[in-house]
C-alpha cells in the first residue's frame, strides 16, 4: 500500500486528485491540505511515502519547502506538479532530489502509475519537459568541463545556503498551530508586533497572545530566542546581511 498526501491550492484540483488515487487499491491518500504550511504538518505528522506537492505553494515556494520536508521525513518522496516551471526551478528540484515532475495538463490521469514508479524507487519526469531537462544537463556538463575534471574549490551547494538544519532535532510545526507558525516566521523576518498585526490581519493585542502562546509551547522566553529558533529551523532563510538578535 502506497501511502501519500496531497497538497494543492485548489479546491477541486485537489478534491479531482483524492478522487483518483483513492479509486485505487494499492493507494492510501492519508490527507490532504492547500498550502505550505499544510505540507509541513502533515508530512511531520504522517511520514507518507510519497508527498504530492504542487509546484507554487503559500507560505515558501514550491521548491524551497523541499529541503523542510526532507528534514521532517527524509524517506518520503517529493512528487510536484506543475504547469510552468523553468531552468532553475528545475535544477533546484534536482538538488533537492525530487523524485517525480508532473506536468499538470499532460500527465495527471496517469498519476496512480507515475507514483507506484516513484514507490519502486524510479523517478518520472514529464516527456514534455525531458528535452528541457536534457538540454539543462548538456549545459551544466559544459560548464563543468570548462573547469576541468579537478576538485573545484568553489562548490559551496548554494542552493542550500539560505537554510540551516534543525540544531534541536525538535519541528516547531508539531504543536503550532498555523497562525502560531505564521507568527514565528514574522518575528524571524524581524517584524515588530504592530507590522505582523498589519500583515496577519490581527489586531496588536492578538499578536502578543499569539507571540506568548509560541513562547509556552516551544519553552522559549523571549524574541531573540524565537529569531534564532526560527532561523535554526530553517522557517527563514538566512540573510548574510543581517545580524541574528
Given at each position: 500500500?502506497?501511502s501519500?498526501i ?5 479546491k ?14 494499492n493507494?492510501k491518500v492519508?490527507?490532504h491540505?492547500?498550502?505550505g504550511?499544510?505540507?509541513l504538518k502533515?508530512?511531520g ?5 510519497i ?6 505553494l503559500?507560505f ?7 529541503p523542510?520536508?526532507k528534514?521532517?521525513?527524509?524517506s518520503t ?6 504547469s510552468k516551471?523553468?531552468?532553475y526551478q528545475?535544477?533546484?528540484?534536482a ?5 517525480g515532475i508532473?506536468?499538470?495538463?499532460a500527465d495527471?490521469?496517469?498519476?496512480p ?12 519526469i514529464?516527456p ?15 560548464k563543468?568541463s ?7 574549490k568553489?562548490q ?7 537554510y540551516?538544519?534543525f540544531?534541536s532535532?525538535?519541528?516547531p510545526?508539531?504543536?503550532?498551530s498555523r ?7 514574522e518575528?524571524g ?8 498585526a ?5 489586531a496588536v493585542?492578538?499578536v502578543?497572545?499569539?507571540?506568548s502562546?509560541?513562547?509556552h509551547?516551544?519553552g522559549?522566553n523571549n524574541r ?9 529551523c530553517?522557517?527563514v532563510?538566512l540573510?548574510p546581511?543581517?545580524?541574528i538578535?
Amino acid at each position: 500500500m502506497i501511502s501519500t498526501i496531497i497538497i494543492c491550492p485548489q479546491k477541486h484540483e485537489r478534491e479531482k486528485i483524492v478522487s483518483l488515487l483513492s479509486a485505487e487499491k494499492n493507494i492510501k491518500v492519508l490527507a490532504h491540505g492547500k498550502d505550505g504550511y499544510d505540507a509541513l504538518k502533515l508530512v511531520g505528522s504522517h511520514k507518507p511515502d510519497i508527498a504530492i506537492l504542487y509546484n507554487n505553494l503559500e507560505f515558501v515556494d514550491g521548491e524551497e519547502i523541499l529541503p523542510l520536508l526532507k528534514i521532517r521525513s527524509p524517506s518520503t518522496a517529493v512528487v510536484i506538479v506543475v504547469s510552468k516551471i523553468n531552468d532553475y526551478q528545475l535544477y533546484k528540484a534536482a538538488a533537492y532530489e525530487v523524485s517525480g515532475i508532473v506536468n499538470k495538463e499532460a500527465d495527471l490521469d496517469s498519476l496512480p502509475g507515475i507514483l507506484e514508479n516513484v514507490y519502486e524507487g524510479k523517478c518520472f519526469i514529464s516527456p514534455v519537459l525531458a528535452s528541457r531537462v536534457m538540454r539543462l544537463l548538456c549545459s551544466l556538463t559544459s560548464k563543468a568541463s570548462v573547469h576541468g575534471s579537478g576538485e573545484n574549490k568553489s562548490q559551496a551547494r548554494p542552493l542550500e545556503s539560505g537554510y540551516v538544519m534543525f540544531l534541536s532535532g525538535e519541528d516547531p510545526t508539531a504543536y503550532l498551530s498555523r497562525t502560531e507558525l505564521k507568527i514565528l516566521v514574522e518575528i524571524g523576518e524581524g517584524h515588530a508586533s504592530t507590522d505582523i498585526a498589519k500583515n496577519l490581519g490581527l489586531a496588536v493585542g492578538t499578536v502578543r497572545n499569539y507571540i506568548s502562546s509560541v513562547m509556552h509551547k516551544t519553552g522559549m522566553n523571549n524574541r531573540s530566542q524565537m529569531v534564532r529558533y526560527a532561523y535554526s529551523c530553517g522557517l527563514v532563510p538566512l540573510n548574510p546581511f543581517k545580524e541574528i538578535v
